[in-house]
């Protein structure tokens, strides 16, 4: 068993120095927020079509829940949000007896609270330098460390959807020693239009036709850098878009005794924390309550991954597909959060350029194989993390 072990780790070490010995290309990884798998077959994006056409289409699952914190954080880690921290947009801080929220800029830019190790830590550690615009956890020091180049998002005026792409070019300009071996660029749209007019509105339409452009924008101007035979190109997301109604909503104050919990936080999923007394009282009432899937933490399904942080509540309520738990409810016409085996949260996946591919048809997979396919592609040695690079791997060139 030794033996296998030692020769396991020898020739793990052999592929390392062959993938070394190939210097790597650059990549570019885009995250357009809330774009769900099938916009590119509702709606017209011949620059996805092309990239397509030229590379790699898959559909990508989201982790649980399939909301924007946990799962930009998942890609940037390759771990699940219950193991990397950021089990919600908002969550209690048991410790601490406080609220985290993404959109509190004390909380969000507390690097505490980000556990596991972001891709760009792990290649800078390794000698390889990252530019990042925008990304959750680039902008906080996480492990001590940003970014070689890196905008914060708290800044004014924040940049335009245009000056990010001519931000991207303009590192890829810089000579070889200062340019960014890894560059990931943020967008928060179609999920904000999503939101308000849903994903089957004119308006989520002209959003997408709109940020497919900007997309066929940065092709040119790839093609007109002298690197351009070097660069791979990913286009991917953090989650769907489903639509939801006021009539489709589970009020929580019809069933739950306020006396019964220390802290009820975050939606779709919502984490109760229960008086250790009245744990049952608060399981009893919700169980039977149709359109909503209550669980003790420690009976989630293990499919879900979720359960072993303490920022989880002891109770968690998920909705059904398209359904709201809450307090109150809101006047939208889209909304995420829910399983990732829900199709209308799996999302959008293209890649191209010299280490992908042509015109190959991925299966689907998880987003916890981002971080160990950047990782091949950067060369460098990935953290144990809940990705997988075998179950990326088909997609790349031999
Ligand atoms: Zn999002």
Known sequence: MKRLITLLFLVNIIFYLQAKQKEPNYTIIISLDGFRWDYPEMYSTPNLDKIAAHGVKAIMLPSF??????NHYTLATGLVPDHHGIINNTFWDVKAKKQYSMGDSATRNNSDYYLGEPIWVTAQK???????VYWVGSDIAIKGTYPTY???????PRLSFEQRIDTVI???????????????LYFEEPDGVGHHFGPKSKEIKNEVQYLDSLIGVLLTKIKSLPIAQKVNLII???HGMTEISKNRVVDMNLYLNPEWCEMIDGTTPTSIFTKPECRDSVYNALKKVAHIFVWKKEEIP???NYGSSDRIGDIVVAPELGWQFTDKGRNL???????????????VFRACGPDFRKGYRSNSFSNV???????????????????QFQRVEKMLVP
């Open 65 to 70: 829940p399939a909301s924007t914190f946990p």
């Open 126 to 132: 390794q000698g390889v330098k990252t530019g990042n």
């Open 150 to 156: 890196h905008k914060f998002f708290s800044e004014k």
């Open 170 to 184: 303009s590192w890829l300009q810089k000579p070889k020693v200062e340019c960014p071996q890894l560059i990931m």
């Open 236 to 238: 991917t997301s953090d």
């Open 302 to 304: 293990t499919e879900l």
């Open 333 to 347: 016409k889209g909304a995420h959060g829910y399983f990732p085996q829900s199709k209308d949260m799996q999302v």
């Open 369 to 387: 194989d981002i971080y160990p396919l950047l990782s091949h592609l950067l060369g460098i040695i990935p953290e144990n993390t809940d990705g």
